[in-house]
Structure formats: structure tokens, C-alpha cells
């Protein structure tokens, strides 16, 4: 079952809970209160305490980037899932965090909505409090950070990275995907309209939930989103390509191809799925 692992993640208590089913979307990593009901089978919690518990040899830390649309999630959970590697996408979080209307969730809302980024401070000390719970025994996958050159500073001042996964899109494609993206609202699987369209219009496969549109996926917030990656994003990906880290993939192929490509890139064994 480990292919099918994603890994749920209560920062507030630190504890981790790997719950098997199909990887979704946009709850990788979430904010619960300790006694929040989490269905699912739990098949193992870390309890983490003040001492790091990645301790695994082989262990794995990679960023995944590419512009909004380029499918990272997707194949950051397909890595994820396969090689036990922690999924953090910092979007999911702050989604999570809007969806339960916590603190930061009002924090953050407008400015994701109109596909804005939020302000390094806040970033960086979620994506801090994420990594110092240490439960990421064989390592890590981090997808939509860094987005400028002062979280990529941040984050390489803090740790070592085997590998920066960029995946390649041309603006017109992103376009095309992202104003065909659909979420379901229960359990968040994705579906795009032109190549991976629901059985039933509008009711996701999974769970029969209601299939809508990220607050973020409109025009609007798209050509926002697209110059900020030009503007801000490109920059990091040259403070990378500087340390050697970069593995460029074509991101237009399916993702079981992109998969492929990646683990040739990283010398990592076949996906096993
Ligand atoms: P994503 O799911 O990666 O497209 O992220 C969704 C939204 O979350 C972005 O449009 C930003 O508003 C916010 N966000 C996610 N990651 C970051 C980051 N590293 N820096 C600033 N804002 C972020």
C-alpha cells in the first residue's frame, strides 16, 4: 500500500498521520486541532519531539517548481507517495487554513484569491514550523516554494537539497489547463475538463462530491499569477541552476511520462504506481 500513501499532517500537535487512499489535492498538509476527527485508516504516527527523527540514509529532499498549471502537485505526491518522501505544498496549507477559517486563513485569503503572493514572513514561518516537525524520515518534497529569491536564500541557508525538479510549461498551455481545472469540494481530487473529465459532469468520480473552480483560477489571478512566475520565480530557479540543482522536464506529456522523466533525471528506480 505504500504507493498509495499521502501523507496528513497535523503541525498544531506534530503528530503525522498516513492515511491510505488515493492521493488528493489540496490537503497534503493540514492544520487540525490534535482531536479533529481524520477518517481514513491510520496506518502510522510519528510522535516528534525536540530531536530530529530523520535519521534514514537514504534520505531525500527535493523542491518541485513550475508555473501554476504545470501539474507539480500531481507529481510531487506521485514521488511523494511512491518513495515515502513528505509532500508539503505550501498552497494546500494555506488552503487548508482558508477552508477552516483559522487565523492565518484570514491572513491569506484576498491575497490568494487574487492570485497574489503572500508576504515572505508569513511563508517562511509556515514552511519553518512545517519542517522542524522532523517527521520526514526519508525526506522531503516541497511544491510552490520557494516563489522569489528571498525564500530560496531562506530556505538554502537552512537546508541541504538533493535536487530542484523544474517542470516546463509554455504560457499558452498553463492557460488552456488552469481555466479547465476543477476541484472536488469533498475530497479535493483534481479533474481537468479537456483530458480528464468527470464520468458525470460537475460530481467527482471519487466521491460523488461537487466539482468547483479554485477561488484563483480565473483570468484575472491567472495573468497575475504568470507575471509574478516570470518576475519572481525565474530568479530562484537561476540561484539554483547556479548550485547545479536544476533538472529541467517537459511537462506537456501525461504524468505517468513527466514521472518517468523526472526519476531518469534524479537516478531514482522506475515508478512503481
Ligand atoms: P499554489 O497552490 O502553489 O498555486 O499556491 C496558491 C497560492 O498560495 C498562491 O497563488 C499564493 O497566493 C500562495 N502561495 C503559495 N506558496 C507561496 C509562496 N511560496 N510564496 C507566496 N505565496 C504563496
Redesign the pocket.
Known sequence: MQGHLSPFTIPAGAITIHIARRPRAPTAAMRVPLAADVTGDVLRRDLAGPFPLCQADDMRKYVIMGI?GSGKGTQAKMLAADLDLVHI????I?RWNVQNHTKIGAQ?RR??AA????GDDL?ESVVRDRLTQHDWNFGFII?????DTR?AEFFLESYDIDGVIELDLPDSEVRRRVLNRRLCADCGMDYNLIANSPKVPGQCDMCGGELITRE?DTEGALAI?LRDYHNQTNPVLAIFRRKEYVYTVDARPSPEVIQLQIRERLGLPPYKG
Open positions: 501554476q505544498s505550501v498552497g494546500d494555506f491569506v491575497v490568494m492570485g497574489e503572493l503572500v511563508v511544491d510552490g516554494f520557494p516563489r525564500q484563483d499569477r
